[in-house]
């Protein structure tokens, strides 16, 4: 009898050792799978991080294959205003425009250019600003008559070309692209009938946002640009009563507030 459950004991410890081997195993295997993603190269996001790498060697690749780096812009255009400004001013066009474009990539660029426009005015009757002038002998004061206006501005511009892949081919072949500036406006007032008169100058700041096209003449060569902006400016003379009528029912305006707009058509050349 003891023979027999010495015997029975035996089998049964030699045949559940593998089970326990096998279950010791399998949870070595469990931590040891632990500490591999705990390591230091075991990094979830490194395929994430290789394709984000790659991608951007393609796009710049892409980009210095078919992408524009440089552009140079002759404009023609017009330039208006709204408001006093543009009940006072008669608009003398062309505009006049230049500027240089670098790209950054597909979709932004920056600019730099100065533009420059030309407007009259005509004060009939005396003004606040010239109440002790006499002309021609007269005893009343002399109204100012014509006077010329010329506005140069320079601008530092930023602009976002909208992807148009999954749009229209028209759209696509026009290039849209939204652009903001910031500007500095010089504008000078000069007396043409009345050379006595000192001209009046100076400056502002602004900033003008648009949206412009560009028409392919000859792909990453010539272009046709087409351009509008609004242009919000703090003219020296906006709050002016300067030319405000001397007396009661006369010619003038009591200050010449207004913004400004521009439409501009350019030549772009590329390299």
């Known amino acids: ?13 030699l045949l559940g050792t ?23 190269g075991g990094d979830i996001f490194t395929d994430f991080n290789e394709d984000i790498e790659n991608a951007k060697v393609v796009e710049d690749e892409r980009f210095y294959r078919y992408g524009r ?10 330039t208006t205003f709204d408001g006093n400004r543009g009940l006072a001013y008669e608009n003398l066009p062309p505009s006049y425009g230049v500027s240089f474009t670098f790209f950054k990539d597909f979709q932004t660029a920056l600019g730099l250019g100065v533009e420059f426009s030309k407007h009259s005015m005509f004060l009939k009757d005396a003004v606040r600003a010239f109440p002790d002038k006499r002309c021609n002998g007269n005893t009343e004061a002399c ?3 014509m006077v010329e206006i010329s506005m140069l501005r320079v601008f530092l511009g930023y602009r976002y070309y909208i992807d148009t892949a999954n749009l229209g081919t028209a759209i696509t072949y026009s290039n849209p692209y939204l652009i903001g500036r910031l500007e500095y406006w010089y504008t000078t007032n000069k007396y043409t009938d009345q050379t006595q008169l000192p001209n009046d100058a100076g400056g502002g700041l602004g900033a ?17 640009g087409l351009e509008f902006l609004f242009h919000s400016v703090a003219f020296f003379d906006k709050n002016t009563q300067r030319y405000a009528p001397l007396t ?24």
Do not use: H, R
């Open 1 to 13: 009898m003891k023979k027999f459950l010495s015997a029975f004991l035996f089998f049964t410890l």
């Open 18 to 40: 593998p089970a326990i081997t096998s279950a010791q195993e399998a949870g070595n295997d469990i931590f040891s799978a632990d500490d591999d993603d705990l390591n230091v």
């Open 69 to 78: 780096f440089f552009s140079f812009n002759l404009s023609l255009g017009l």
């Open 143 to 145: 109204p100012p008559g």
């Open 208 to 224: 003008g946002v648009g949206f412009g096209l560009e028409f392919p003449i000859e792909l990453k060569e010539s272009y046709i």
């Open 248 to 271: 009661d029912g006369g010619y003038g305006f009591e200050d010449l507030g207004g913004n400004a707009y521009s439409t501009m058509v350019s030549y772009i050349f590329n390299w």
